[in-house]
């Protein structure tokens, strides 16, 4: 290690005196940053300091929050205004229906939208009114996709042994956490994502108790693994064949890959989707969107859908959101994204090869991640689990940091392109890349 990382050590000391483990998510943690967490001080911009004064370009981007990178002059022109007006109401305001109007020109299924705080609250809500829509329970999910920590989304979302996942047309149901009653989880119909066959077998047995199936379009939560050609829509029509919703999980995709997230992307008509991070530009945010026939489902009556929430339609986010929409509504946004983002996956790929580094990236545009492999590509969570040395994914990631680049070590989350990232921070990433890769062999 080259850097100074004194003050990150001794501020990880003091805040394990009152955190667990220093931090407010194992993510953050010394188990995914071993030795210890950088203690990150300030952003502009595509960069971060530590508070050891050590300068990174940032390819986390807040776990993709960060569409507009850090500290983005229009959003910190709208929080210091806003914030003076007063922060939240918990009251209608205006800010709430303008934000909720861009929303809804960007996003083509959203009939209405529904603000919530977090992308986990928002799969949490979209699960409820499928169930209540629907009258049925059940649904399924697939395996290696997270939808946050609400209790039935919380299996088959870690990596394991292979041996442990079961077979593919009956995977095992293998929780993610202590704490959830297992009757929870008899709701819960498991399957292997990218591979219809076997979701269709799985369906012919159980489909018509389902309530929904829910689906990331891209499998962001094993780094990053695309769908094959037409599977989204096929997943869709199969939901419909057997009376569930079709929900699409776009609180990573969602204003990433098109205005209208990846529904526009690939062109997809679901029942309900779910927003979150680039939504908010770095200020804490879900939200659903759908038609009036489900999303009414919430006005108030004896036999409504209940979502309730304090701080639902903060004014200072919902300020925020507007901004952040007209922003990424303003020409170029997404073809910069897309450039720079396939820059790097070039150069990435340029660099592997040169060096003689068995590895791919994958992904395309905003969003890619490298998994040091044998195989010419990573196709779901059973892959992912047998073929990927993410240890040797931290190891690269380590040596990155000391050249001043900044990701998580974790394999499981994925590289971020941001409005704010240029062509000197590409060229920053592949001779930092190169250098790791030097070391690494
Ligand atoms: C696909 C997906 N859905 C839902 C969530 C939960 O969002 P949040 O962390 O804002 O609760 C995440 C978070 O990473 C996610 O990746």
Same mark, same amino acid.
């Given at each position: 290690?080259?850097?100074? &990382?004194?003050?990150?050590?001794? %501020?990880?000391?003091?805040a394990?005196?009152?955190?667990?483990? *220093?931090?407010n998510? @194992?993510?953050r943690g010394a188990?995914?940053?071993?030795?210890?967490p950088?203690?990150?001080?300030?952003?502009?911009?595509?960069?971060?300091?530590d508070?050891?004064?050590?300068?990174?370009v940032d390819f986390?981007m807040?776990f993709?929050?960060l569409?507009?990178?850090?500290?983005?002059?229009?959003?910190?022109e709208?929080?210091?205004?806003?914030?003076a007006?007063?922060?939240?109401f918990?009251a209608?305001?205006?800010?709430?229906a303008?934000?909720?109007?861009r929303?809804?020109?960007?996003?083509p299924s959203?009939?209405a939208v529904?603000f919530a705080?977090?992308?986990?609250e928002?799969?949490?809500l979209?699960?409820?009114?499928?169930r209540?829509?629907?009258?049925?329970t059940?649904f &399924?999910?697939?395996e290696?996709h %997270?939808h946050?920590w609400?209790?039935p989304?919380?299996?088959? *979302?870690?990596g394991? @042994?292979?041996?442990?996942?079961?077979?593919?047309?009956?995977p095992a149901?293998?929780?993610?956490?202590e704490?959830?009653?297992?009757s929870?989880f008899?709701?819960?119909?498991?399957?292997?994502?990218?591979?219809?066959?076997?979701l269709?077998?799985i369906?012919?047995?159980q489909?018509?108790?389902?309530?929904?199936?829910?689906?990331e379009?891209?499998?962001?939560?094993m780094?990053?693994?695309?769908?094959?050609?037409?599977y989204?829509?096929?997943v869709?029509n199969?939901?419909?064949?057997?009376?569930?919703?079709?929900?699409l999980?776009?609180?990573?995709t969602?204003?990433r890959?098109?205005p209208?997230?990846c529904q526009q992307?690939?062109?997809?008509k679901?029942?309900l989707?779910?927003?979150?991070k680039?939504?908010?530009?770095?200020f804490p945010?879900?939200?659903?969107?759908g038609?009036?026939?489900?999303?009414?489902?919430m006005?108030?009556?004896?036999?409504m859908?209940?979502?309730?929430?304090?701080?639902?339609?903060h004014r200072l986010?919902m300020?925020v959101?507007a901004a952040n929409?007209?922003l990424?509504?303003?020409?170029?946004?997404?073809?910069?994204?897309?450039?720079i983002?396939?820059a790097?996956?070039a150069?990435?790929?340029?660099?592997?090869?040169?060096?003689?580094?068995q590895a791919?990236?994958?992904g395309?545009?905003?969003m890619?991640?490298?998994y040091f492999?044998?195989?010419?590509a990573?196709h779901?969570?059973r892959?992912y689990?047998?073929?990927?040395d993410t240890?040797?994914f931290?190891?690269f990631?380590?040596?990155?940091?000391?050249?001043?680049?900044?990701?998580?070590p974790?394999n499981?989350l994925?590289w971020?392109?941001?409005?704010?990232h240029?062509?000197?921070?590409v060229?920053a990433?592949?001779a930092?890349?190169?250098?790791?890769?030097a070391e690494l062999?």
């Amino acid at each position: 290690m080259t850097r100074n &990382l004194t003050r990150s050590r001794e %501020y990880l000391a003091r805040a394990q005196q009152s955190l667990v483990e *220093g931090v407010n998510s @194992p993510s953050r943690g010394a188990a995914v940053y071993a030795p210890g967490p950088i203690f990150l001080e300030r952003g502009r911009g595509s960069r971060v300091w530590d508070v050891d004064g050590n300068e990174y370009v940032d390819f986390m981007m807040s776990f993709g929050a960060l569409i507009q990178g850090h500290a983005h002059p229009k959003i910190v022109e709208v929080v210091s205004k806003g914030v003076a007006e007063g922060s939240h109401f918990a009251a209608a305001t205006p800010a709430e229906a303008e934000a909720a109007a861009r929303f809804q020109r960007m996003v083509p299924s959203a009939q209405a939208v529904r603000f919530a705080n977090t992308g986990s609250e928002a799969t949490m809500l979209a699960l409820r009114l499928a169930r209540a829509h629907t009258g049925r329970t059940k649904f &399924l999910k697939f395996e290696g996709h %997270y939808h946050g920590w609400y209790d039935p989304y919380c299996l088959n *979302g870690h990596g394991h @042994p292979i041996e442990q996942l079961g077979p593919p047309e009956n995977p095992a149901k293998i929780p993610d956490s202590e704490g959830i009653p297992a009757s929870v989880f008899e709701d819960v119909i498991v399957a292997p994502w990218n591979d219809i066959p076997r979701l269709e077998a799985i369906l012919a047995k159980q489909g018509s108790q389902l309530a929904a199936i829910i689906t990331e379009p891209i499998m962001a939560n094993m780094g990053c693994i695309p769908p094959r050609d037409g599977y989204l829509q096929q997943v869709c029509n199969l939901a419909h064949r057997y009376g569930a919703l079709f929900i699409l999980d776009e609180v990573v995709t969602g204003f990433r890959y098109a205005p209208g997230g990846c529904q526009q992307f690939y062109n997809l008509k679901p029942d309900l989707s779910t927003f979150g991070k680039a939504l908010g530009a770095g200020f804490p945010i879900g939200a659903v969107a759908g038609p009036r026939a489900i999303l009414d489902r919430m006005r108030w009556s004896e036999h409504m859908v209940l979502h309730y929430g304090t701080f639902n339609g903060h004014r200072l986010t919902m300020n925020v959101v507007a901004a952040n929409l007209d922003l990424l509504s303003a020409d170029g946004g997404y073809r910069k994204l897309f450039a720079i983002g396939d820059a790097a996956i070039a150069g990435l790929r340029d660099v592997f090869r040169r060096r003689d580094v068995q590895a791919v990236v994958q992904g395309f545009g905003p969003m890619f991640q490298v998994y040091f492999t044998t195989r010419d590509a990573i196709h779901d969570y059973r892959d992912y689990c047998q073929y990927v040395d993410t240890a040797k994914f931290s190891r690269f990631v380590h040596r990155l940091h000391d050249q001043g680049i900044y990701m998580t070590p974790s394999n499981g989350l994925h590289w971020i392109i941001s409005t704010a990232h240029t062509e000197r921070d590409v060229e920053a990433l592949l001779a930092a890349a190169d250098q790791a890769c030097a070391e690494l062999s």
